[in-house]
């Protein structure tokens, strides 16, 4: 299984941008799919998540601003990023789990700066 994101780039605050995850198998079959991210300096803690049942979780830094969502026919994972904020700079990663084997894209950045 291989992740590869897009979508990232330099970004003002208060401006939004969507991130995109492809995958080489079918995002639908993924027990769990979702997004990760590292600030600099910092651990890398989960943003969103999507299970293969619908359920969904966010990090409590991102809740009300973050959406994931999944384009089935594109075989996409999205994160709509909204009103962001300098705290939101980071490397974004796609992440899966299935039959409890955890892969990782290379990551995507997103700066927030003016």
């Known amino acids: 299984v291989q992740l590869v994101e897009s979508g990232g780039g330099l970004v003002q605050p208060g401006e939004s941008r969507r991130l995109s995850c492809g995958a080489s198998g079918s995002i639908k079959s993924f027990n769990l799919i979702g997004w990760y991210r590292q600030a600099p300096g910092k651990q890398r803690e989960l943003v969103a998540s999507?299970?293969?049942?619908?359920?969904?979780s966010y990090g409590d830094s991102v809740k009300g601003r973050f959406t994931i969502s999944r384009d089935d026919a594109k075989n996409l994972l999205y994160l709509q990023i909204n009103s962001l904020n300098p705290e939101d700079t980071g490397l974004y990663y796609c992440?899966?789990?299935?039959?409890?084997?955890?892969?990782w894209g290379p990551g995507t950045r997103v700066p927030v700066s003016s």
């Open positions: 999507l299970s293969r049942s619908g359920g969904i």
């Open positions: 992440h899966a789990l299935l039959l409890a084997v955890e892969y």
